[in-house]
C-alpha cells in the first residue's frame, strides 16, 4: 500500500509541477527525488560554500556545487561573476540542463548565518542563463531533517548537462542601468545589506555607506526567524514592502554588497511575490565603490525602509 501511495504522489507532482522558478516542500522534494525513473528525477545542488558541510550529511541525489566557484577576481575587484564560458562549463559540469527540475538548497538556520543566499544567488546564475525550471527547498536541509527525512553521506554526481541556447538579458543589471535608474519616477533601488552597513558603520567595506537613492530593506525580513532557508509567505510580508514602497508597479534594481543578498530580494520578489520588473545589481557594493577611480557617490546614515 505504502509503495501504491508513493507511486500516485510521484505521479500527481509529475503532473502539476510546470516549468517555473519558485519554491518547493521537503515533501514535495522528496517524493521527486524517489521517483523509480530516474530519468525524470530532478537536479539536486548543494549550494553550500563548506564542502564539509556536504560531507556530514546532504539531501538524496545532491551534488555539491560550491556557490562561490562561479566568481572570482576581475580587474582588482573580487567576487565578481566569471565570463559566460566559464560559467557555462561549470553548469554543464554540475549537470545542469534544459530539459530537466532542479532543486537548490543549503542549510544553516539561524543567524548570522546566511547559506540561503548561496542557493538564491545561484538561481539567479541558472535562471540568467536560461534555465526555467528551478526550486529552492523550502526550508533546506534544516527543515528537512525536521520532518524526519534522512540525509545522507553518499556521493552524486551527474552527468553533464545542456544548457538553453540562449541566456535571459532581463534579469541582471550593470553600473550603467543602475546610474540611469535612480532617481526616476516609478523606480526604486533597494539596498538589501543589514543597515549597518547601509549606513557606513561596518568594517567590512573598502568606503562605507551607500549608493544616493536607494532604500534599506534587509533581505532577512523576508525569511523566518528560526530558519533563515524558510520563507515567509508573501501575504505575510505584502504590507511591509508596501509600507517601504516596494510594490509590483515599480520598477525594481536590487543590491547588496556582493550580490548575494540582492539575488534573494531578486528571487522573493520576482518568484515567490510576482512582481514583474525586478534586477539584480550584479557588481554590486563591492564594484561600486572601486569605479571612476573611487569617485562615484556614496551616503551614508538612514533608517530601514518603512521603520516609521
Known amino acids: ?55 556530514r550529511g546532504h539531501l538524496p541525489t545532491a551534488q555539491h556545487m560550491e556557490f562561490d566557484t562561479l566568481r572570482g577576481t576581475d580587474h582588482a575587484v573580487p567576487v565578481q561573476y566569471l565570463p559566460d564560458d566559464l560559467t557555462s562549463a561549470l553548469l554543464i559540469r554540475a549537470g545542469v540542463d534544459k530539459d530537466r527540475l532542479h532543486l537548490i538548497y543549503a542549510t544553516g538556520d539561524v543567524l548570522p548565518n546566511d547559506e540561503i543566499l548561496s542557493s538564491t544567488m545561484v538561481v539567479h ?57 535612480v532617481g526616476k519616477p ?50 505575510e510580508v505584502k504590507a511591509e514592502l508596501e509600507k517601504a514602497g516596494i510594490t509590483p508597479d515599480k520598477d525594481i534594481i536590487a543590491y547588496c554588497g556582493t550580490s548575494r543578498e540582492g539575488s534573494l530580494l531578486l528571487f522573493y520578489l520576482k518568484h515567490v511575490a510576482g512582481y514583474p520588473k525586478v534586477r539584480l545589481y550584479e557588481g554590486a557594493w563591492k564594484e561600486y565603490v572601486w569605479l571612476s577611480g573611487k569617485s562615484l557617490p556614496a551616503e551614508t546614515g538612514g533608517d530601514p525602509a518603512g521603520s516609521k
Open 1 to 55: 500500500m505504502k509503495s501504491i501511495l508513493s507511486f500516485l504522489t510521484i505521479a500527481l507532482l509529475s503532473s502539476t509541477v510546470q516549468a517555473e522558478i519558485g519554491l518547493i516542500s521537503c515533501a514535495e522534494a522528496k517524493a521527486l527525488i524517489e521517483n523509480a525513473d530516474a530519468s525524470k528525477r530532478p537536479i539536486v545542488l548543494d549550494t553550500r560554500g563548506g564542502y564539509k558541510d556536504y560531507f
Open 125 to 181: 546564475v541558472l535562471e540568467k542563463f536560461g534555465v526555467k525550471d528551478v526550486r529552492i527547498v523550502d526550508g533546506g536541509l534544516a527543515e528537512w531533517k525536521k520532518q524526519g527525512f534522512a540525509p545522507t553521506q553518499e556521493y552524486f554526481g551527474n552527468p553533464k548537462g545542456t544548457l538553453p541556447e540562449k541566456g535571459i538579458t532581463t534579469t541582471a543589471a550593470n553600473i550603467s542601468d543602475v546610474q540611469a535608474h
Open 186 to 235: 516609478g523606480n526604486v533601488l533597494v539596498d538589501a545589506r543589514p543597515i549597518n552597513e547601509f549606513r557606513g558603520e561596518d568594517e567590512v567595506w573598502l568606503r562605507k555607506g551607500h549608493i544616493p537613492g536607494a532604500i534599506s530593506f534587509h533581505w532577512a525580513r523576508l525569511v523566518e526567524k528560526d530558519n533563515t532557508h524558510k520563507f515567509k509567505p508573501f501575504a
